[in-house]
């Protein structure tokens, strides 16, 4: 039985989480919006799939430490908010670049290419639910229980990886798929080598801060060119952020506090992990979502 669940639970959450983003997020919409709304959408998206993930753990005390709120080592909150800085302005980038690919040159990069909902939400309610819930929620579900799960069962490249694509894909458009690609991959990464989900929140809760940023900076200025400027400005931000990064990435290697990475099988161990039914619905859901909105 446990090990029926541990086939099926981990990868159908993924599933449901995805089913569940969609139809509450319009659901939402569709009643007007609003903070209630959506914080009650956001959660109930990540807390039902978390508890899927759970339940096929045969011993949740390693989850409980994961999870537990405790003190950080020196110099972890500093890697953390620098490495979601530095996705952030990365991953603006990239969406910039598949813009340009799609032949979208002009466009500015609108509330929806960014991924942060806006109807019906002033700047508080913005602050709790975008960077504060979001960040929790997302991450209690995919870098605790998920991420969890998995590390028994294949090397930590692959559960890194893993852990990307499935963030991006909860993201569910293309336009916007490769930032949280890397975004996840840095978060599951904070999360190995801390052995704690919070400096994952708090690099999430940094990506969503810089986010709400952008959105309020070109929304007001939009009308004064201001991307001709805040385009440039971001590439010195991240040449600064990178260095910064990598330093304290630097540090905390030089410290003995990274520890190996579990052996890995290359794509074999990938592999194992998509092959679930439930992974391979949230692929064939993913597909479909992106043909719809290509029709629609």
Known sequence: MRNNKLALLPGLSLFVCFCLLTGTGRLAAHLGGGAPLIALAELISFAVPFAMAAAAMPDRKPLQKRLRFRQLPRGAVGFAVKA???VAVLSLFLNLLIYQLAGLAGADLSATALDAPQTGMGFLSRLL?????SSVAEEFYLRGALQRVQEGQVGTSAILLFSGLAFAMLHGSLMNFAGPLLAGIVYAYLTFVFG???PAVLAHAANNLYYMFVLWITD???AFGIWNYFAAFNG???LLLLYLSLRALEGTLSKGMVPHFEKSAGW???WLLVR???VLAFALAFVARLILDWFL
């Open 84 to 86: 979601g800085l530095t």
């Open 129 to 133: 639910i975008v960077v504060a819930l």
């Open 196 to 198: 704690s989900i919070w």
């Open 220 to 222: 007001t200025y939009a």
């Open 236 to 238: 010195l931000a991240l």
């Open 268 to 270: 074999y161990d990938l």
């Open 276 to 278: 679930s039914p439930g």
